[in-house]
């Protein structure tokens, strides 16, 4: 299962995606990345999407659909962390996933490891 996450520009909260990173089963890791985003440590598993974050939330919707319908055909299911990003991102974000269609498994990393919250 691919894991996708939402890297936002509040740098506070890059140690829980980098967590997961670090410590989920991912076979691979897609980094959607708003344009404000500098710095993220990236491995080798992960692959990069960058979005324009300002675009109005049908937009966004629209491009990262565009982007992530190539990179998730055949899965049936991705996890998902929305630790990182705002409001409007996160909706943008899962409501691309649905209609790739995939579905999604919430995932967070806590002191009991990574922890699927759905």
Request: glycine share 8%.
């Amino acid at each position: 299962m691919e894991l996708v996450a939402f890297v936002g520009a509040d740098k506070e909260n890059w140690g829980q995606i980098t967590a997961l990173i670090n410590r989920s089963e991912a076979e691979r890791v897609i980094l959607v990345e708003n344009e404000k985003v500098e710095g993220f440590p990236v491995t080798e598993r992960c692959e990069v999407v960058g979005v324009d974050s300002r675009l109005p939330l049908l937009m966004l919707k629209e491009q990262l659909l565009d982007k992530l319908r190539k990179l998730l055909s055949g899965d049936f299911e991705v996890a998902v962390t929305l630790a990182s990003g705002t409001g409007k991102e996160h909706m943008a974000l899962i409501s691309a996933l649905l209609s790739i269609p995939v579905g999604i498994r919430l995932v967070v990393y806590t002191k009991d490891g990574v922890q699927v919250i759905n």
